[in-house]
């Protein structure tokens, strides 16, 4: 699908009633966007793996022993479905408006219970409502709950984790967002964070580079920018700096980087005046894998991967 139709028709079904379960049915039915579940209950349990393997390198606790909290469940709760089956048993997840549905939890469980890879056990049996998540897996869901203020008590939570979430933030959210997390999380908890700093359309719309958006001004892309479907074009390096001035210490981070290809396509583009002031390699991270923590850490605790951004020039 074109982009640009995509965009515009996104933002005019932002603005009619019940604009997210309009979302939800062009979804199912004409773009077929909750299909081949296999595959995305697989992509799934990867990060849930390695949100584990984080915690268990950085966290305070046991993962049995931890309390979790996700913000941005999504439809499909696979991400709290795929820790608990990795052994978390206790999670807060929410969502800013109610997105699950029990019809793609239980596509999820079963793709879960049909994986062939080892897991130290499975969901079972599908769900009769979402009521059940709780009983069953240890999963509080709650929606809609405003991720700036979340009514959870402080220092109670040990693991943050936020799984392509924080670029469908607007920039002005995201440091009262990440002051709430810094309140909640425990002296020695992480949050966790995997960012997708690309052009989402570029997705569906293979015409177009996962840059694309980094030639429009703020005037333009606005008309493309639904509600439904943000995206704040933030990059790794003022994503960095926001940590940093919400009071949280980066452990370590993983940058995705672009293949001479996709580099070439960057150099070739007219930038938007916003973006001209960035240096190349911050403009051509395509993604981020960071863990953070509220304790002062020292220097050289700190494994920073800017100069290795800045060699992508």
Same mark, same amino acid.
């Given at each position: 699908?074109?982009?640009?139709?995509?965009?515009?028709?996104?933002?005019?079904?932002?603005?009619?009633?019940?604009?997210?379960?309009?979302?939800?049915?062009?979804?199912?039915?004409?773009?077929?966007?909750?299909? +081949?579940? @296999?595959?995305?209950?697989? #992509? %799934?349990?990867?990060? *849930?793996?390695?949100?584990?393997?984080?915690? !268990?390198?950085?966290?305070?606790?046991?993962?049995?022993?931890?309390?979790?909290?996700?913000?941005?469940?999504?439809?499909?709760?696979?991400?709290?479905?795929?820790?608990?089956?990795?052994?978390?048993?206790?999670?807060?997840?929410?969502?800013?408006?109610?997105?699950?549905?029990?019809?793609?939890? +239980?596509? @999820?469980?079963?793709?879960? #219970? %049909?994986?062939?890879? *080892?897991?130290?056990?499975?969901?079972?049996? !599908?769900?009769?409502?979402?009521?059940?998540?709780?009983?069953?897996?240890?999963?509080?869901?709650?929606?809609?709950?405003?991720?700036?203020?979340?009514?959870?008590?402080?220092?109670?939570?040990?693991?943050?984790?936020?799984?392509?979430?924080?670029?469908?933030?607007?920039?002005?959210?995201?440091?009262?967002?990440?002051?709430?997390?810094?309140?909640?999380?425990?002296? *020695?908890?992480?949050?966790?964070?995997?960012?997708?700093?690309?052009?989402?359309?570029?997705?569906?719309?293979?015409?177009?580079?996962?840059?694309?958006?980094?030639?429009?001004?703020?005037?333009?892309?606005?008309?493309?920018?639904?509600?439904?479907?943000?995206?704040?074009?933030?990059?790794?390096?003022?994503?960095?700096?926001?940590?940093?001035?919400?009071?949280?210490?980066?452990?370590?981070?993983?940058?995705?980087?672009?293949?001479?290809?996709?580099?070439?396509?960057?150099?070739?583009?007219?930038?938007?005046?916003?973006?001209?002031?960035?240096?190349?390699?911050?403009?051509?991270?395509?993604?981020?894998?960071?863990?953070?923590?509220?304790?002062?850490?020292?220097?050289?605790?700190?494994?920073?991967?800017?100069?290795?951004?800045?060699?992508?020039?």
């Amino acid at each position: 699908m074109n982009w640009k139709v995509k965009g515009i028709g996104q933002s005019v079904l932002s603005q009619l009633p019940c604009a997210a379960k309009l979302n939800y049915w062009c979804q199912k039915h004409i773009t077929k966007a909750h299909e +081949n579940y @296999a595959e995305l209950v697989a #992509n %799934r349990v990867g990060k *849930a793996r390695w949100f584990a393997a984080q915690f !268990e390198g950085y966290g305070g606790t046991s993962m049995g022993q931890a309390r979790f909290y996700e913000f941005g469940a999504g439809w499909n709760l696979a991400g709290p479905l795929a820790l608990y089956c990795l052994g978390v048993n206790r999670q807060v997840v929410v969502d800013i408006v109610p997105c699950a549905r029990l019809e793609l939890v +239980n596509a @999820a469980i079963r793709e879960m #219970n %049909r994986l062939p890879e *080892a897991l130290p056990r499975r969901p079972g049996r !599908e769900l009769t409502s979402l009521a059940e998540l709780e009983e069953r897996f240890g999963v509080t869901y709650r929606a809609p709950v405003d991720a700036r203020r979340t009514q959870i008590a402080g220092a109670s939570i040990d693991c943050i984790t936020n799984t392509y979430t924080l670029e469908h933030i607007p920039a002005r959210d995201i440091e009262l967002l990440l002051g709430e997390c810094l309140r909640i999380l425990k002296p *020695a908890g992480v949050i966790l964070s995997m960012i997708d700093y690309q052009d989402h359309y570029s997705y569906r719309d293979s015409r177009i580079s996962v840059y694309n958006f980094l030639q429009y001004p703020e005037r333009r892309w606005r008309w493309f920018n639904s509600a439904l479907h943000y995206q704040n074009r933030l990059r790794h390096c003022e994503y960095r700096r926001t940590f940093l001035h919400s009071g949280f210490a980066v452990l370590s981070e993983e940058l995705d980087l672009p293949s001479p290809e996709l580099a070439a396509r960057l150099k070739s583009l007219r930038l938007s005046p916003e973006f001209r002031s960035f240096s190349f390699g911050e403009l051509a991270v395509l993604g981020s894998q960071m863990v953070c923590r509220r304790e002062t850490v020292t220097a050289a605790s700190v494994h920073s991967t800017d100069e290795q951004t800045m060699s992508a020039a």
